[in-house]
């Protein structure tokens, strides 16, 4: 099946953690200010909850809000494993993408670092993928869940330029493959995933000096990537999307609920690992995740002590409580709802996983120290994101004032390509559609 418009290529550049409030300084940078120039820009793009990645980049795909996709945290819930498995593989996604319904029309599709794609049917495709168990290597990972042949030609030109998981140093390695996909390839749908100043922000800070030198480095790739294209095809029938999936808090504190749930008997650990539990906490770092264990799911004896915790926990800023909410109240907000509890964490903490101490100031923790983090409700002050669109099919010079979140994207994209994505939860964006 060939496509309806063989020359229409979609390239979707996600900016990890770059936020509404970062606008007014890359519109001083001379290759994102010139696609706000051309194209349609949505400057206040609310996220889905929790504010994570994985399920962030999961809904701009499906449309849907990660109650409805199936990816709910970056990590599966995995008490047994200090180093829990995340949601790479397409399997934890449970309704379709848009580069699914893509590859069902003949669309050539690519993917680099894009996460939740790994083991997906893309074409020329390296997931985000890390080897998080001790007999395993990143080279025996990434080969079984991409694209192998594509990942080896890829290794072999430019893995040098990498240096594990830090950055600069693996956008340059995501760059370097990018450019020479669109050139070797010309793929008509490519998905490209940018890390830096997500990781940047975490080290050092929301506003560090090293997070605008990431920012920086986002705009000259930015500009590389569109003369490769201005090199590879007609830019008249080429759309370029650069968008966001959420931004960052500056944190002072974490907070371990498993902890309490231990002293309290709740949960059982041996040396690093939790062996059983009746309750756990799970993190999303500005959420955090009360499950019960199954066989516990309707002991209302269980279910009112631990709503009868929680609610006393949230009364001390100790613990860095915001709001706690039913699971059904989560669900609501679009997050799990089989949870049994969602703790939201108050202005400038965030929420981990570990059992030996209550709570840490940030410069002391050694494990997930982050500076800065996300995870938090989508609707919090200078914390939304941003939508920019240019090329085949959009606007030009269009500001959108209406409010958009962001499992709107994944509708407006297929309305663009001539796809159809079913049962979203998002809206077509039509005003700056063509």
């Given at each position: 099946?060939?496509?309806?418009n063989p020359k229409h290529r979609v390239i979707v550049i996600s900016l990890d953690a770059m936020g509404a409030r970062?606008?007014?300084?890359?519109?001083?940078?001379?290759?994102?200010?010139?696609?706000?120039?051309?194209?349609?820009?949505?400057?206040?793009?609310?996220?889905?909850?929790?504010?994570?990645?994985?399920?962030?980049?999961?809904?701009?795909?499906?449309?849907?809000?990660?109650?409805?996709?199936?990816?709910?945290?970056?990590?599966?819930?995995?008490?047994?494993?200090?180093?829990?498995?995340?949601?790479?593989?397409?399997?934890?996604?449970?309704?379709?993408?848009?580069?699914?319904?893509?590859?069902?029309?003949?669309?050539?599709?690519?993917?680099?670092?894009?996460?939740?794609?790994?083991?997906?049917?893309?074409?020329?495709?390296?997931?985000?993928?890390?080897?998080?168990?001790?007999?395993?290597?990143?080279?025996?990972?990434?080969?079984?869940?991409?694209?192998?042949?594509?990942?080896?030609?890829?290794?072999?030109?430019?893995?040098?330029?990498?240096?594990?998981?830090?950055?600069?140093?693996?956008?340059?390695?995501?760059?370097?493959?990018?450019?020479?996909?669109?050139?070797?390839?010309?793929?008509?749908?490519?998905?490209?995933?940018?890390?830096?100043?997500?990781?940047?922000?975490?080290?050092?800070?929301?506003?560090?000096?090293?997070?605008?030198?990431?920012?920086?480095?986002?705009?000259?790739?930015?500009?590389?990537?569109?003369?490769?294209?201005?090199?590879?095809?007609?830019?008249?029938?080429?759309?370029?999307?650069?968008?966001?999936?959420?931004?960052?808090?500056?944190?002072?504190?974490?907070?371990?609920?498993?902890?309490?749930?231990?002293?309290?008997?709740?949960?059982?650990?041996?040396?690093?690992?939790?062996?059983?539990?009746?309750?756990?906490?799970?993190?999303?770092?500005?959420?955090?995740?009360?499950?019960?264990?199954?066989k516990e799911r309707n002991n209302e004896t269980l279910k009112q002590e631990v709503t009868e915790l929680f609610t006393?926990?949230?009364?001390?800023?100790?613990?860095?409580?915001?709001?706690?909410?039913?699971?059904?109240?989560?669900?609501?907000?679009?997050?799990?709802?089989?949870?049994?509890?969602?703790?939201?964490?108050?202005?400038?903490?965030?929420?981990?996983?570990?059992?030996?101490?209550?709570?840490?100031?940030?410069?002391?923790?050694?494990?997930?120290?982050?500076?800065?983090?996300?995870?938090?409700?989508?609707?919090?002050?200078?914390?939304?994101?941003?939508?920019?669109?240019?090329?085949?099919?959009?606007?030009?010079?269009?500001?959108?004032?209406?409010?958009?979140?962001?499992?709107?994207?994944?509708?407006?994209?297929?309305?663009?390509?001539?796809?159809?994505?079913?049962?979203?939860?998002?809206?077509?964006?039509?005003?700056?559609?063509?």
């Open positions: 099946m060939k496509k309806k970062d606008l007014e300084y890359m519109k001083t940078k001379k290759h994102f200010a010139s696609l706000c120039s051309k194209g349609a820009l949505c400057d206040h793009v609310s996220s889905v909850y929790p504010t994570l990645t994985y399920p962030a980049h999961v809904s701009i795909v499906t449309g849907m809000k990660p109650v409805n996709h199936g990816v709910i945290n970056n990590t599966c819930l995995q008490p047994n494993r200090p180093d829990p498995d995340w949601m790479w593989q397409r399997k934890f996604v449970k309704t379709t993408t848009l580069y699914d319904e893509a590859i069902k029309e003949g669309w050539i599709t690519a993917g680099l670092l894009w996460p939740v794609t790994a083991k997906s049917k893309i074409k020329y495709n390296i997931p985000e993928v890390l080897a998080n168990r001790p007999w395993q290597n990143q080279v025996m990972v990434s080969a079984m869940n991409s694209s192998l042949l594509y990942l080896l030609d890829c290794n072999n030109r430019f893995g040098h330029l990498r240096d594990g998981v830090r950055q600069p140093a693996l956008d340059n390695f995501v760059h370097q493959s990018a450019l020479y996909t669109i050139r070797k390839y010309n793929p008509d749908l490519f998905l490209i995933h940018f890390t830096d100043l997500d990781t940047n922000r975490h080290i050092y800070g929301l506003d560090h000096e090293k997070t605008f030198a990431a920012m920086d480095r986002h705009d000259e790739r930015l500009g590389e990537i569109i003369q490769a294209l201005e090199e590879t095809g007609d830019m008249n029938n080429t759309t370029i999307i650069v968008l966001g999936d959420h931004c960052q808090f500056n944190t002072q504190q974490a907070v371990y609920f498993n902890y309490i749930l231990k002293e309290k008997g709740y949960l059982q650990t041996k040396k690093d690992k939790i062996t059983s539990y009746r309750v756990i906490a799970k993190n999303c770092d500005g959420a955090c995740y009360i499950y019960l264990n199954p006393e926990l949230s009364k001390d800023m100790t613990h860095g409580i915001e709001s706690v909410f039913t699971g059904e109240m989560a669900g609501k907000l679009g997050a799990d709802n089989d949870c049994y509890l969602m703790l939201e964490a108050a202005d400038g903490y965030y929420f981990l996983d570990e059992f030996d101490v209550l709570t840490l100031p940030v410069n002391q923790i050694k494990k997930h120290k982050m500076r800065a983090t996300h995870g938090y409700l989508p609707n919090k002050k200078d914390y939304q994101t941003f939508f920019l669109v240019s090329g085949y099919g959009i606007q030009e010079g269009i500001l959108y004032k209406e409010e958009m979140a962001l499992y709107d994207e994944g509708p407006t994209l297929a309305k663009l390509m001539g796809l159809h994505l079913p049962d979203t939860d998002g809206r077509v964006i039509g005003d700056i559609l063509v």
